[in-house]
């Protein structure tokens, strides 16, 4: 069914509680998992802010670390039995997720989606992003509950 699963992870404690399950799903297909991790630090350069050498030292800090984390998380799916590495890219998320997945021939991207309050109501997720755009199935994991924003109706309403 699965042999090559992309886990998108942000070195958070909320996207990494996908791992048990891709763990589950891996094993159970005989899948290669390869957790990923995307760095922006690198392309958040703005006109008049600080000077390139800090966003060149903010992205390497963010690659090493990214690669550290990426090299553990990777370790311990091995030490479970899953057949495991790793990649780091830099740029937007969703479309070196997206871009990985096709170059690499992933055939599913499991990722968690735990929502960014507001602002992601209107502006859209990674992994919004991610599902409207991928050319492979994506299992998508919730992992906290979260109360969407109320609708005009119901905040003049008092609901």
Not at 84 to 107: C, F, L, S, T, V
Not at 126 to 132: C, I, L, P
Request: aromatic share 6%; with cysteine.
């Amino acid at each position: 069914m699965f042999k090559n699963i992309l886990v998108p992870l942000d070195g958070s404690d909320l996207a990494a509680k996908i791992l048990p399950q891709v763990e589950e799903v891996a094993k159970m297909c005989q899948a290669q998992v390869t957790v990923m991790m995307v760095g922006e630090a690198g392309i958040k350069q703005l006109a008049g802010g600080p000077s390139p050498d800090v966003f060149k030292q903010a992205a390497a800090h963010e690659k090493k670390h990214g690669e550290q984390y990426l090299e553990k998380v990777a370790g311990d799916l091995k030490a479970k039995g899953v057949d495991a590495n790793w990649a780091y890219a830099e740029g937007m998320a969703a479309r070196e997720i997206i871009a990985y997945a096709d170059k690499q021939g992933m055939d599913l991207i499991a990722l968690a989606t735990h929502g960014k309050g507001e602002v992601a109501w209107v502006m859209g997720s990674t992994a919004e992003k991610v599902v409207s755009h991928a050319t492979v199935p994506v299992l998508l994991l919730r992992v906290i509950e979260y109360k969407p924003p109320l609708l005009k109706e119901e905040f003049f309403l008092g609901a």
